[in-house]
C-alpha cells in the first residue's frame, strides 16, 4: 500500500500514473384518468355543492377524464371532462347563443409563486345531455338544464376544435358572448390547452404542484347573480421526461367545487392571503399575495392575479414602495395566448421610480391585435424584491388606454407592501417617529418617541417592545408578534423559530422547518445544505477493487444526500477544468473511477454532498483557506 500523506486542507486525492511513487490524499470534507368521458368518484350521499341561489345556478360538480391530444414545437395539448350542474331554483337556457361557455386552465405552484401555465380557446357547448350526477333531476323543457340536473361533457368533446372560440369575444360579467365562426381545425395542439413542455418535466420542475380549472360563463348566473361559484379546480400530476417528450397527467385529490384555482395557493400556503376586489357593476378579480423574509433585511413580495369574471381587464399594475428603498429581482408571469388568438402576447414593460415598481402592458398593437390585458380567466403574476418590510397599503391596477392617462379608470386592492408604517399601533423595525408617527409617537397618549431608549408614559412592552421589553437571547414565545430578541426579525421570521409548532402555518413541505430556515419549502426531504464530506481517502474493497471512500456530512440537511465525485487533472485547476465521475449509486459513501490518469501524471478528487437545496455542499478550502469551487455536475 503506498504512503499517504497530508498536504492540504480539503478533499482532494491525487491518483498517480503508471510508475508514480504515491497516492496523496487530503483529509477534509468535499466532499390519468384518460378516455372520453372518464368519470371520478361521485360524492356518494352528500352531494352539497353550494348554496342554491335564486333562479338558475350553473357550477362545475366535477372534473373527471383528461386526453393528451400530442405535442408540437415543444408543446403538449390537452382537455378535460366536466360535469355542470343546475343547483339553483329554476332551469337553465341551455341551447345555441344562450348556452354557457367553458373554460379549461391549467396551473403550477412552485418556488412559492403560483403562477397559470396554460389556457384553452372557449368551449361553445350544443345541448344538454341531462343526467342525475347532480341529485335528483328534475327535467326542464328542451334547450333547458333543469334544476338539480347535470350536464357532462367528455375530455374528447371538451377538445373537439369546431366548437372552441376565443375567449376575447365573451363578456364574463354579463355571459354575452358574439356568435363566431369557430368551424376552423389545425394541428394537435390547435385551440385547444396549450402547455410548454418545460413546465410539465418534472426534473425541471422539482416539487411543483399542479392544478386544472374548469369554469362554466352562463347567461343566466349573471342575470341571477349566482356566477361566482361557477369555477372548480382539482389537482393534477404530471409524469413524463424529455428523453420521451411525453407528459401524461393525473387527475388526484377531490374537486374544490365553486372556488377559482388561486385559492389553491392559499389553501397549500397559509402564509398567502387573498383579496377579492370589483369596479362597480364588473366582475371580480382575486389578489393574491405572499411576502416572504429572504434575510439580510430584505423581503420577496410575491403578487398573483386571477381575473375571474371581469369584463373591464387591467393593464397596469402600480406598486407603492418607500422612498429611498431598494427594489431587486423583478419578475412578471403571464400565459401564452395561442392559435391565432387577436390578444398580444408581449411581456408587460417595467420601471421603477422612487415611490413605486409598475408593469404596464403595451398598449400600441398592430395588426388588429389587442394589448396583452389581463382578461377573465387569466392570472398574471408580479414579484419584486425590497430592503422594506411589509405594511398594508394599496395597490393601484390601471385600465386606460393611450391617449388617456394609464390610471384615469382605476382600481385600488389592499395588500401587504413595501412599508415604513404599517400603522398597527406597534413601532416596528424600520419605523420611527419620523416615518410613521401613527405607531411610534405619543403611544397612549404618552408624549414619548418609541426607539429613543427610554420607557416613557404610554408605551407599553408590545408597542414599543424597543424601549420598554426585555430582550431575550432568543427568540422564545414564536406567537406573539414580539421581536423578544431584537435582532429585526418577528415570531417565524426569525431562525430561533423554525421548529416551534406555532410555526407550522409558515412550513409547506412538512418537514418541521419554517420558511426562514428552509432552503426548499417545495420538497419536504431537504432543508439546509449539507455539510462537509469528511476523511475522504483509498481503499481496495473486496467488493469493487480500488475504490475512493468518505464519511457523510454530520449536517445532511434533509432525509438523505447525494455525492459527487469530481477529479482534475491539476490541484489548482478545480474551478474551470473538471470532470464529474459517473457514479453506480450517487447514495453512497464509495465509488471506483474506470479511468487512468497518463504516465507521470495523476488525478485530483473532490467530493461533495448534495440534496434537493438550491445550494451544494461545500468542498472544503485550500491551505490559505480560500474554498474549493467546483462547477455543479449534471
Known amino acids: 500500500m503506498p504512503s499517504v500523506a497530508r498536504v492540504d486542507k480539503g478533499s ?26 372518464a368519470r371520478a368518484e361521485t360524492a356518494g350521499d352528500n352531494k352539497v355543492y353550494g348554496q342554491p341561489g335564486e333562479g338558475a345556478d350553473i357550477i362545475v360538480g366535477d372534473i373527471a377524464g383528461v386526453k393528451r391530444w400530442g405535442s408540437t414545437t415543444a408543446i403538449t395539448a390537452y382537455s378535460f371532462a366536466a360535469t355542470a350542474c343546475n343547483v339553483g331554483t329554476s332551469p337553465a337556457f341551455w341551447h345555441y347563443g344562450l348556452t354557457p361557455v367553458v373554460s379549461q386552465n391549467l396551473f403550477d405552484l412552485k418556488d412559492g ?36 340536473c347535470s350536464d357532462t361533457y367528455a375530455a374528447t368533446g371538451n377538445g373537439a376544435q369546431t366548437f372552441l372560440g376565443m375567449k376575447y369575444s365573451v363578456n364574463p360579467y354579463t355571459g354575452d358572448y358574439a356568435i363566431e365562426d369557430t368551424s376552423a381545425t389545425g394541428n394537435a395542439i390547435f385551440k385547444r390547452l396549450q402547455v410548454h413542455n418545460y413546465d410539465l418535466d418534472p426534473a425541471l420542475n422539482p416539487g411543483a404542484k399542479y392544478f386544472v380549472e374548469v369554469r362554466y360563463v352562463s347567461p343566466d348566473d349573471a342575470t341571477t347573480g349566482n356566477g361566482e361559484n361557477s369555477a372548480t379546480y382539482r389537482p393534477v400530476t404530471v409524469s413524463g421526461s424529455a428523453a420521451t417528450g411525453v407528459y401524461n397527467l393525473t387527475l388526484t385529490g377531490p374537486n374544490v367545487i365553486g372556488q377559482p384555482a388561486i385559492m389553491a395557493w392559499k389553501a397549500a400556503d397559509p402564509s398567502v392571503t387573498i383579496t377579492a376586489a370589483q369596479l362597480p357593476d364588473d366582475g371580480t378579480l382575486y389578489l393574491g399575495t405572499k411576502v416572504t423574509y429572504r434575510g439580510n433585511g430584505l423581503w420577496r413580495y410575491e403578487y398573483a392575479i386571477e381575473n375571474f369574471d371581469a369584463a373591464q381587464a387591467p393593464l397596469a399594475i402600480s406598486i407603492p414602495i418607500p422612498a429611498g428603498s431598494t427594489v431587486s429581482g423583478p419578475s412578471f408571469h403571464d400565459v401564452e395566448y395561442h392559435s391565432g388568438d387577436i390578444q398580444d402576447n408581449g411581456t408587460w414593460a417595467r420601471t421603477t421610480g422612487p415611490t413605486s415598481v409598475q408593469w404596464k402592458a403595451n398598449t400600441l398593437v398592430l395588426n388588429g391585435q389587442v394589448p396583452n390585458a389581463l382578461r377573465w380567466g387569466t392570472l398574471y403574476n408580479f414579484r419584486i424584491d425590497v430592503n422594506a418590510a411589509p405594511g398594508t397599503h394599496a395597490l393601484l391596477l ?29 413601532c416596528d423595525p424600520g419605523e420611527t417617529c ?24 404610554g408605551e407599553t412592552g408590545s408597542g414599543c417592545f424597543a424601549d420598554c421589553g426585555q430582550p431575550t437571547a432568543a427568540e422564545t414565545m414564536c406567537g406573539d408578534g414580539i421581536d423578544g430578541d431584537r435582532d429585526g426579525l418577528t415570531d417565524c421570521l426569525d431562525t430561533n423559530c423554525c421548529a416551534d409548532p406555532a410555526c407550522d402555518g409558515f412550513d409547506l413541505d412538512g418537514d418541521g422547518m419554517a420558511q426562514a430556515c428552509d432552503c426548499n419549502d417545495a420538497g419536504g426531504t431537504a432543508w439546509a445544505t449539507p455539510g462537509e464530506v469528511t476523511n475522504l481517502r483509498f481503499a481496495n474493497l473486496p467488493e469493487s477493487g480500488p475504490s475512493w471512500i468518505w464519511n457523510s456530512p454530520a449536517e445532511i440537511g434533509g432525509s438523505a444526500v447525494a455525492y459527487d465525485l469530481i477529479r482534475a487533472t491539476d490541484a489548482r485547476q478545480f474551478d474551470t477544468a473538471t470532470t464529474c465521475v459517473a457514479l453506480a449509486d450517487p447514495a453512497i459513501q464509495s465509488a471506483t473511477d474506470p479511468e487512468d490518469p497518463t504516465a507521470g501524471a495523476g488525478f485530483f478528487y473532490l467530493v461533495r454532498a448534495r440534496n434537493a437545496c438550491p445550494s451544494l455542499g461545500p468542498l472544503g478550502s485550500s491551505s490559505s483557506g480560500t474554498p474549493h469551487v467546483v462547477p455543479a455536475c449534471p
Not at 419620523?434 to 408614559?457: I, K
Open 113 to 148: 409563486r403560483f403562477q397559470q401555465i396554460g389556457q384553452s380557446w372557449i368551449k361553445h357547448p350544443t345541448g344538454p345531455e341531462t343526467g342525475d350526477y347532480c341529485g335528483t333531476c328534475l327535467p326542464a323543457s328542451a334547450g333547458s338544464l333543469g334544476v338539480n
Open 12 to 37: 482532494w486525492f491525487r491518483r498517480p500514473g503508471a510508475g508514480a511513487a504515491a497516492i496523496f490524499a487530503v483529509l477534509g470534507a468535499v466532499a390519468l384518468l384518460t378516455g372520453p368521458g
Open 398 to 426: 390601471g385600465y386606460s388606454v393611450a391617449p388617456h392617462p394609464t390610471y384615469e379608470l382605476s382600481l385600488t386592492v389592499p395588500a401587504l407592501t413595501p412599508s415604513v408604517c404599517d400603522n398597527d399601533g406597534v
Open 434 to 457: 419620523a416615518s410613521c408617527a401613527a405607531d411610534c409617537a405619543s403611544q397612549g397618549g404618552g408624549t414619548g418617541c418609541c426607539g429613543n431608549g427610554t420607557c416613557e408614559a
